[in-house]
């Protein structure tokens, strides 16, 4: 009989064993153990569900403190440059995605979750995106950080499409040609943006003058 295959099969057998012990016996006691003292410990604590009033007002109030914060930078001093504008821009979405969002807590019946959904998506993310793009695209090519007249129409057809979709669930009677619309400013954006900067990256780069 081998000697080192009885060994090796006595060790396996006893590794199950162990495996067995821990994953089936001692690790559900002691976490069961655990979250009796966790929840012991947690007991006085307030529970909040995700779409509870309080999440509401902490959303809207977030929302307001973004927007306080966005004035607080007086960027209507800059709004002759577009790259920057857009930035502000972007910044706007996000603080009203979360008042939208707020308010749809509160207000389930009159203000829908989707128009903070996209306030927050084609709005926020979709314009910062496209702005970031731009910049970042004449930036690295050596260009000028300047928003020509085709940057400044990509940056305006972006936040027509966060405007009409964020518009569509209060206007019923047109929901589906705000949709049709907001699709379609939102593949021209980022079509125009691949036409215009796809060619500038993929050339060489420029010393500015």
Known sequence: MDHGATTGAVWNAQAN?????ITELVLPSLTSAGLRRFEFRTAFLPHTAPFAPLSGVLLAIAGA???????????????SDGMVLILHLGYFWC????????ASILLPANIPET??????????IGVMTLAMMTRTSR????????AD?????????VNAAAVTRVLAPFA???????????????????GLFALVYGPMLARPGHRRS
């Open 172 to 190: 019923i009677p047109i929901y589906p040609e705000l949709l049709v619309l907001s699709a379609a400013c939102w593949s021209l954006a980022f």
């Open 115 to 124: 128009a903070a959904i996209h306030a927050l998506t084609t709005g926020a």
């Open 149 to 157: 007249t085709t940057t400044l129409i990509i940056y305006a057809l």
């Open 65 to 79: 403190g973004l927007l306080v914060r966005l004035l607080r930078w007086r960027g209507w001093v800059a709004a």
């Open 139 to 146: 930036s690295h090519t050596g260009r000028e950080r300047r």
């Open 17 to 21: 064993n162990s495996h067995y012990r």
């Open 95 to 102: 603080a009203l995605g979360l008042a939208i969002l707020g």
